[in-house]
Nanobody, 122 residues
Framework: QVQLVESGGGLVQAGGSLRLSCAASGRTASSHAMGWFRQAPGKDREFVAAIHWSGTIPVYADSVKGRFTISRNNGKNIVYLQMSSLKPEDTAVYFC???????????????WGQGTQVTVSS
């Protein structure tokens, strides 16, 4: 079992930056692939970024490529999402997710956090 807690959301102006954190707990948390998803009001939840348990093979949605960076610190069991050049359309609740399999974390991860709100004003 893996528990995930997100933090770092807030209100930021367009063009600004935020860094989200996801603290993972559980005996095998550091061996799980991790990902970030988001859900805007009235829209489906969508994939944002994912990273292998080793900290390699980051992958991004086209909408955030070049602006967002996912990374992890396995010693602290924390995954980060550095968001830059934020746009109003990035406004959403951002969720952290985890799965034992990197192949699944982009589509149907087993574990989810509660989410953190990110609001980008124009």
């Amino acid at each position: 079992q893996v528990q995930l807690v997100e933090s770092g959301g807030g209100l930021v102006q367009a063009g600004g930056s935020l860094r989200l954190s996801c603290a993972a707990s559980g005996r095998t948390a550091s061996s799980h692939a991790m990902g970030w998803f988001r859900q805007a009001p009235g829209k489906d939840r969508e994939f944002v970024a994912a990273i292998h348990w080793s900290g390699t093979i980051p992958v991004y949605a086209d909408s955030v490529k070049g602006r967002f960076t996912i990374s992890r610190n396995n010693g602290k069991n924390i995954v980060y999402l550095q968001m830059s050049s934020l746009k109003p359309e990035d406004t959403a609740v951002y969720f952290c997710a985890a799965d034992e399999a990197y192949a699944r974390v982009r589509d149907r991860p087993k574990y989810w956090g509660q989410g953190t709100q990110v609001t980008v004003s124009s």
